[in-house]
């Protein structure tokens, strides 16, 4: 991931919670929808989340599993300050700050979450990392990505990125955030609802699909047999 995106989101850090629902107009949805798709037969799940940021996901993920083993891994080490002081001394949760794509991980998960992270990264890199997740998944875990998918044409990409400014410039966010945000969307690296499950399928994922999709915001769903 890029030093730009790191520094952008380093900016962003302290405010990034508070602006999360007015810059997500689907926010419960999207959120809910990745949290309950991730389901386990045991009680003490060993989960990992890349580019976890302040830990937004991670928290539902603690809501669901209050005994869960949480790894959050983030290249933003502003982003993961914020995440210590959500989660306080709970003894279950690592911090990671790193780069997710590169690090040399040890361990294997029931569940390897993230939501919008994936998409800054360049079509290949997000190849390799589905490859990635698949090994770091033990045999029945689960791979949610909440993340942002572009649209089937040009048309329907460009759509979606005007109905998303024209409900965020509605939300009540001051001008600054607002703008702040749309620069920081210049450096997306959306890829297509239907190339994403093409490389998941290539991963070795033979059950996956998108679950959830409002406009530009999708969840996409992988299971390792």
């Not at 502003?78 to 210590?84: D, N, P, Q, T, W």
């Not at 090994?135 to 791979?143: N, P």
């Amino acid at each position: 991931m890029s030093d730009t995106v790191k520094k952008q989101f380093d900016a962003a850090a302290r405010d990034y919670d508070r602006q999360r629902r007015q810059l997500i107009p689907c926010f419960d949805d999207f959120y809910g929808t990745a949290a309950d798709w991730v389901r386990f037969g045991g009680t003490t799940p060993r989960i990992l989340d890349l580019g976890a940021g302040t830990g937004l996901l991670s928290a539902f993920m603690r809501d669901k599993f209050p005994d869960a083993a949480l790894t959050l891994i983030d290249l933003s080490d502003e982003m993961l300050k914020e995440a210590r002081a959500r989660f306080k001394d709970d003894p279950n949760v690592r911090y990671v700050a790193g780069d997710y794509t590169a690090y040399p991980y040890e361990e294997r998960y029931d569940a390897v979450v993230s939501s919008l992270s994936i998409h800054h990264l360049p079509h290949e890199a997000k190849r390799a990392l589905f490859r990635t997740v698949h090994g770091l998944l033990a045999d029945g875990g689960v791979f949610v990505n909440a993340d942002q998918a572009a649209g089937a044409t040009p048309y329907f990409d460009e759509s979606y990125m005007a109905r998303w400014r024209e409900e965020i410039r509605k939300s009540g966010l001051p001008a600054q955030a607002i703008d702040a945000s749309i620069e920081r969307r210049k450096l997306d690296i959306n890829a297509g609802a239907f190339d994403q499950l093409q490389w998941l399928r290539e991963a070795g994922f033979a059950d996956c699909d998108c679950v959830y999709k409002h406009n530009g915001f999708a969840v996409f769903v992988a299971i390792k047999r």
